[in-house]
RNA sequence: GGUCCGGUAGCUCAGUUGGAUAGAGCAACAGAUUUCUAAUCUGUCGGCCAUAGGUUCGAAUCCUAUCCGGAUCACCA
């Protein structure tokens, strides 16, 4: 039980003595560091019962603890707010309950009953992955093991774009310049390598726009009379009707881009249950347009498309099947909507996906609950905003797009240097430092992106976000490296961490305090589905440690239960920065 | 133009269902070291919470309007 469900239930029960109600409204907060308590009550909301002023009922209210709750060592009272002092031996008994729980503030998966699905990454199969994806990788990736922490049985799953027209640009371009080059010849990874025949196409495409324009044909026409487009469509449409060699180049241009992204991923450290592909997918979705045709929910324009009209919602008419019949892409959705639900009764199906698709998925929950589908409710579109450089906007229409798999290798080469610079890690076995360059550059750019507020614009600065002070992921792992330092050497002293009977400090209690908040931060993370959350708790945790272990001994300590005791505590704050950092995807060392 | 999201210190960001004097980090400045790992810690400086009204014991937080920035409103995905 936490402090404040524990505390919580003792004021009902003065409520009760007091003023004879159940179910009295109780306000809780932290107590404010300026003042002497661990937790507060505000008095406001009780005034009402007790038709008194707000110090009065503290005071009242106060009083009735201190003679009726053991626990409840003082208290006082300042403009409303109840401060109240609980006993160390209060405190004790909470460390000891952390350290008997072994897998402290986290559950065990599935033992929830829910099954959630996470859909993220989701990327398109003409180009490798840049900055905007490495949000929604580590964003996906984060939510999904705190959904699990959380008890709930998670699938991660992933849905291709690997048909279109943007894949057949790439192709089109490799057929026409590529001389048979693969991945191997040029010693490239394979998403790279058909992304640059991604862009080879648009070179030759907006070349021959501007040669007809030069000719006097008006910038519409020449999008759309370029014979690199016309060839592109006529790929596209010979994929559709299944001719023998564009199928085999998309197998092959495919395999290569799914080689590339394996490597991405492992790198990246996400991982997948299953992967969708809208090759498979993407002609679902006509049975409920035509289900919900009978039903009446959609209807039909006089050229045979397929529409709905939102406009009583305060939203337009949405196309959902062409006039040819074919799908589009809300078909797709509501299609494989259907088919997850119909196979795993999620109680929860996420999207994540960035916030210029906010629109369509807002449609689509509407459209699905016109339909009647219940579970409509169960969808929940986590939005993200834009990455932004400091030299300004990433967007990849203008060409300024920071490749995933560049970034990743530039954060390990700072995190190097810096260590180099700062002669650092210097006894330790070249391999063992490669593993840990890795670990730090890439905590640093996770912790930076998913420290930040998901439906936020965010900046991110790759010079700045290797920094070893203040609120970085790189602080988080060289903490825990120090913790784990001091545990080795208690372990060749034979030291055996124990929470025992000595009566903790003010620090000590200060660092249980936060050590208890942990399950409840996991809880609320996940139903907020936000890894910022636990982001920044353990930083705050961290950092208590941090000023602690600036000016406490432990292995000095001469009282050897009060040492034992602090070992224990360290040894919790370690094992819940690892946790804590675990639900963000981040690696944490034994030593650094 | 309609809809949605954002606007908090010079910069990057927190700020719980409305609660006490709005918080961190970075940067700047001033300190602390024979370390249990100083990639640390302490202190100072820094604010019309975009603006104007409203709701109430109490507003960065809720409501209305306005300003600024972004996204979106395709027989693309």
Redesign the pocket.
């Given at each position: 039980m936490n402090t404040e469900q524990f505390i919580s239930q003792k004021v009902a029960e003065c409520a009760k003595a007091l003023y004879n109600t159940e179910g009295a409204p109780l306000?809780?907060?932290?107590?404010?560091?300026?003042?002497e308590?661990d937790i507060?009550l505000?008095a406001?909301?009780l005034?009402k019962l007790s038709r008194k002023s707000?110090e009065q009922t503290g005071t009242e209210v106060g009083e009735w603890l201190k003679a009726n709750v053991p626990q409840v060592e003082a208290f006082n009272v300042?403009?409303?707010?109840?401060?109240i002092k609980l006993t160390k031996d209060f405190w004790l008994q909470q460390l000891s309950e952390i350290v008997s729980d072994k897998s402290f503030g986290v559950q065990q998966k599935g033992t929830s009953g829910k099954t959630v699905m996470v859909e993220y990454s989701?990327p398109?199969t003409n180009k490798p992955l840049h900055l905007g994806h490495i949000r929604n990788n580590l964003l996906g990736y984060s939510v999904a093991q705190i959904l699990e922490a959380n008890g709930h049985n998670v699938i991660k799953v992933n849905l291709v774009?690997d048909?279109?027209?943007?894949i057949c640009k790439s192709m089109l371009a490799w057929k026409k310049f590529g001389n048979g080059e693969t991945p191997q010849l040029a010693g490239k990874k394979g998403d790279h390598l058909v992304g640059d025949y991604y862009v080879k196409f648009d070179k030759l495409y907006k070349q021959q726009i501007s040669e007809l324009m030069a000719t006097g044909v008006s910038e519409d026409d020449a999008k759309k009379q370029a014979p690199a487009i016309i060839e592109a469509q006529d790929m596209l449409l010979k994929w559709e009707q299944g001719d023998k060699e564009v199928v085999d180049l998309w197998k092959t241009m495919n395999g290569w881009v799914y080689e590339g992204f394996d490597v991405t991923y492992k790198q990246l450290g996400v991982s997948f249950d299953k992967i969708y592909y809208?090759s498979n997918t993407?002609l679902l979705g006509k049975e409920i347009v035509n289900d919900g045709l009978k039903k009446g929910v959609f209807f039909k324009?006089?050229?045979?498309?397929v529409w709905i009209d939102l406009t009583a919602d305060?939203?337009?008419?949405?196309?959902l099947?062409?006039?040819?019949g074919?799908?589009?892409?809300?078909?797709?959705d509501l299609g494989t909507a259907h088919q997850r639900f119909e196979e795993y009764k999620f109680g929860e199906l996420i999207y994540v996906v960035?916030?210029?698709?906010?629109?369509?998925f807002?449609v689509l929950k509407l459209v699905l609950k016109k339909l009647g589908y219940d579970w409509s409710d169960y969808i929940y579109h986590l939005?993200y905003?834009?990455?932004?450089l400091?030299e300004g906007?990433m967007?990849s229409r203008e060409g300024t797009v920071v490749d995933a798999d560049d970034l990743m290798e530039g954060m390990i080469t700072t995190?190097r240097e810096?260590?180099q610079e700062?002669?650092?890690?210097a006894g330790i076995p070249q391999d063992e430092q490669q593993q840990?360059f890795r670990m730090?550059g890439l905590g640093a750019l996770k912790y930076?992106i998913l420290?930040?507020?998901?439906?936020?614009?965010?900046?991110?600065?790759p010079k700045?976000s290797?920094?070893?002070?203040?609120?970085?992921g790189?602080?988080l792992?060289?903490?825990h490296?120090?913790?784990?330092?001091?545990l080795?050497?208690a372990q060749e002293q034979n030291l055996q961490p124990t929470t025992g009977t000595a009566v903790p400090g003010e620090r000590e209690v200060e660092l249980v305090k936060n050590l208890a908040d942990f399950p409840q931060v996991v809880a609320?993370a996940g139903a907020?589905h936000?890894p910022?959350?636990i982001a920044?708790y353990v930083?705050?945790l961290?950092?208590e440690f941090?000023?602690?272990?600036?000016?406490?001994?432990?292995?000095?300590?001469e009282n050897t239960e009060i040492k034992l005791q602090?070992l224990e505590l360290?040894q919790q704050i370690g094992n819940v920065i690892k946790t804590a950092t675990g639900l963000l995807g981040i690696e944490v060392?034994?030593?650094?």
């Amino acid at each position: 039980m936490n402090t404040e469900q524990f505390i919580s239930q003792k004021v009902a029960e003065c409520a009760k003595a007091l003023y004879n109600t159940e179910g009295a409204p109780l306000q809780f907060q932290k107590t404010r560091k300026e003042f002497e308590g661990d937790i507060t009550l505000v008095a406001f909301p009780l005034t009402k019962l007790s038709r008194k002023s707000p110090e009065q009922t503290g005071t009242e209210v106060g009083e009735w603890l201190k003679a009726n709750v053991p626990q409840v060592e003082a208290f006082n009272v300042v403009k409303g707010f109840l401060n109240i002092k609980l006993t160390k031996d209060f405190w004790l008994q909470q460390l000891s309950e952390i350290v008997s729980d072994k897998s402290f503030g986290v559950q065990q998966k599935g033992t929830s009953g829910k099954t959630v699905m996470v859909e993220y990454s989701s990327p398109n199969t003409n180009k490798p992955l840049h900055l905007g994806h490495i949000r929604n990788n580590l964003l996906g990736y984060s939510v999904a093991q705190i959904l699990e922490a959380n008890g709930h049985n998670v699938i991660k799953v992933n849905l291709v774009n690997d048909r279109g027209i943007h894949i057949c640009k790439s192709m089109l371009a490799w057929k026409k310049f590529g001389n048979g080059e693969t991945p191997q010849l040029a010693g490239k990874k394979g998403d790279h390598l058909v992304g640059d025949y991604y862009v080879k196409f648009d070179k030759l495409y907006k070349q021959q726009i501007s040669e007809l324009m030069a000719t006097g044909v008006s910038e519409d026409d020449a999008k759309k009379q370029a014979p690199a487009i016309i060839e592109a469509q006529d790929m596209l449409l010979k994929w559709e009707q299944g001719d023998k060699e564009v199928v085999d180049l998309w197998k092959t241009m495919n395999g290569w881009v799914y080689e590339g992204f394996d490597v991405t991923y492992k790198q990246l450290g996400v991982s997948f249950d299953k992967i969708y592909y809208e090759s498979n997918t993407y002609l679902l979705g006509k049975e409920i347009v035509n289900d919900g045709l009978k039903k009446g929910v959609f209807f039909k324009k006089e050229d045979g498309s397929v529409w709905i009209d939102l406009t009583a919602d305060g939203l337009d008419q949405k196309l959902l099947l062409r006039s040819d019949g074919t799908s589009v892409y809300m078909t797709q959705d509501l299609g494989t909507a259907h088919q997850r639900f119909e196979e795993y009764k999620f109680g929860e199906l996420i999207y994540v996906v960035g916030n210029e698709q906010n629109y369509h998925f807002q449609v689509l929950k509407l459209v699905l609950k016109k339909l009647g589908y219940d579970w409509s409710d169960y969808i929940y579109h986590l939005s993200y905003g834009m990455v932004e450089l400091p030299e300004g906007k990433m967007k990849s229409r203008e060409g300024t797009v920071v490749d995933a798999d560049d970034l990743m290798e530039g954060m390990i080469t700072t995190a190097r240097e810096t260590s180099q610079e700062l002669g650092k890690l210097a006894g330790i076995p070249q391999d063992e430092q490669q593993q840990l360059f890795r670990m730090i550059g890439l905590g640093a750019l996770k912790y930076f992106i998913l420290k930040v507020d998901p439906k936020k614009t965010m900046l991110f600065d790759p010079k700045e976000s290797i920094d070893f002070n203040g609120n970085t992921g790189p602080f988080l792992q060289y903490t825990h490296a120090r913790i784990r330092s001091v545990l080795r050497k208690a372990q060749e002293q034979n030291l055996q961490p124990t929470t025992g009977t000595a009566v903790p400090g003010e620090r000590e209690v200060e660092l249980v305090k936060n050590l208890a908040d942990f399950p409840q931060v996991v809880a609320q993370a996940g139903a907020e589905h936000s890894p910022a959350l636990i982001a920044n708790y353990v930083y705050e945790l961290t950092k208590e440690f941090n000023t602690y272990y600036h000016d406490v001994s432990i292995l000095k300590e001469e009282n050897t239960e009060i040492k034992l005791q602090r070992l224990e505590l360290l040894q919790q704050i370690g094992n819940v920065i690892k946790t804590a950092t675990g639900l963000l995807g981040i690696e944490v060392p034994e030593r650094m």
